[in-house]
Every structure is written in C-alpha cells, then in structure tokens.
Nanobody
Framework: QVQLVESGGGLVQAGGSLRLSCAAS????????MGWFRQAPGKEREFVAG????????TYADSVKGRFAISRDNAKNMMYLQMNVLKPEDTAVYSC????????????????WGQGTQVTVSS
C-alpha cells in the first residue's frame, strides 16, 4: 500500500523556521521524483519545490527561492523541506507528492499524494 505521510507543520512566527518531513512507503522511492505543493484557503494548489530521483536536480518556486531547501534520503525513504525566514504568505497546507524520475511544477502529473500538514505563520 502506497503511503506518503507528512509531518513537521505547526504555528511559527514570521522569520522563524520549520522542517517538514515526508515519509514514503509502498513504492520504489529511489525511482521517483518528489515534490512539495501547498494550498492556502481560497487559493489553488501551487508548486513549492521539487527534487528528481537522482537527487541532483532541485527546483523551487520563485516565492521560496533562497528561503526553502528540499532534500531527500533514499536510504530512509524520506524527503524534507527546510523552510527558513517564513512569511505570513507561506501559510498553507503543505503536501508531498511523487512521480517517476523528474519533478514537475504540474500537480496533476504526480501519481501519489500525502494528506498534508498545516503550516501557519503569524505576523
């Protein structure tokens, strides 16, 4: 059974940091690209960051470049999102997703999804 389980969300003040984790199981994790997406209330889901299967290509939305860092540990079937200098506009439900080989900014191209974890940044 495929599972993606996010953790690490919470409430943080503006300027603070959080580290999100995504635990994967039930599929060949090392062959899959992973992505982080977020959805704020009343807004569409948007791409945040992606990492390819080989862990040598990382992509970021312009809004998070220089503040967020995506990483993965294929030995542990884990993916992470280090979020620094958080802003109130980063408030959203963050979800991890998986698709074969290379990451994409297009959410519908991902095969597997987690349930999401809430991140709230207070001003």
């Amino acid at each position: 059974q495929v599972q993606l389980v996010e953790s690490g969300g919470g409430l943080v003040q503006a300027g603070g940091s959080l580290r999100l984790s995504c635990a994967a199981s039930g599929f060949a994790f090392s062959s899959y690209a992973m992505g982080w997406f977020r959805q704020a209330p009343g807004k569409e889901r948007e791409f945040v960051a992606g990492i390819n299967w080989a862990d040598d290509i990382k992509t970021y939305a312009d809004s998070v470049k220089g503040r967020f860092a995506i990483s993965r540990d294929n030995a542990k079937n884990m993916m992470y999102l280090q979020m620094n200098v958080l802003k109130p506009e980063d408030t959203a439900v963050y979800s991890c997703a998986a698709r074969l080989w290379d990451s994409s900014i297009i959410s519908s191209s991902y095969k597997y999804w987690g349930q999401g974890t809430q991140v709230t940044v207070s001003s």
